[in-house]
């Protein structure tokens, strides 16, 4: 198990920064390196069922989208401020706020895939950031569990409104509609 890392610093970085600690580290060997709040965090290369959970579920999305919206995996940067710049798992974005290098906008989909290095993460501060700067809807899947659940923004604030597991269904219509189970996301 990958352990996060938060790189100590002086004060707050910016997407500046962070591109310059990319270069000297040549991409970093298999971590990701994002930014919230001012603050490099430092993760460990995703396992199998993590790596294969994002596959799966951006197989489904990719085929229930419609066609103004892009499907993009990890690593993809998220700019959301001067001081935070995200890579989701998974990102679904509108495909005229899309650039060649960023999405410099909220998505309109943010899926976490939980793993325990990042699960606080993951609950807590990227959930936290992405609803304040207006993602309409975040989801985390639990590879080990395995599970999903499903928040969407309401009145500022994400409201949880599906959670399955195994071979309970996952059904949605926002951004999209889309069904599948947690079991579905781990066939490999």
């Known amino acids: 198990m990958g ?3 938060v790189i100590p610093h002086s004060g707050p970085l910016t997407r500046d920064d962070l591109e ?3 270069e000297a580290t040549q991409g ?8 919230l709040d001012g603050n490099v965090i430092v993760t460990p290369a995703p396992g199998r069922w993590h790596q294969t959970v994002v596959l799966q579920l951006g197989i489904r999305l ?10 993009m995996p990890a690593p993809f940067d998220v700019d959301l401020a001067e001081d935070t710049s995200l890579q989701p798992d998974i990102l679904v ?10 999405l410099p906008a909220p998505p309109v989909l943010a899926v976490e895939v939980l793993s325990p290095s990042t699960r606080r993460i993951d609950l807590t501060l ?3 950031r992405l609803a304040e700067a207006g ?5 985390t899947v639990d590879p080990l569990a395995p599970s999903v659940t499903v928040w969407e923004l309401r009145d500022a604030a994400y409201e949880m409104v599906v ?6 269904p996952v059904v949605v219509t926002e951004p999209f509609p889309v069904e599948f189970t947690p079991a579905d996301l781990l066939v490999d």
């Open 3 to 5: 352990v996060v890392t």
């Open 20 to 22: 310059s600690l990319r």
């Open 28 to 35: 970093g060997s298999g971590v990701r390196y994002e930014l």
């Open 62 to 71: 990719r085929e229930a989208k419609p066609d103004d919206l892009v499907v």
């Open 93 to 102: 974005a509108q495909r005229s706020d899309l650039t060649d290098t960023n």
């Open 126 to 128: 990227k959930w936290d």
């Open 135 to 139: 993602c309409p809807s975040y989801w």
């Open 163 to 168: 959670t399955a597991q195994g071979d309970e």
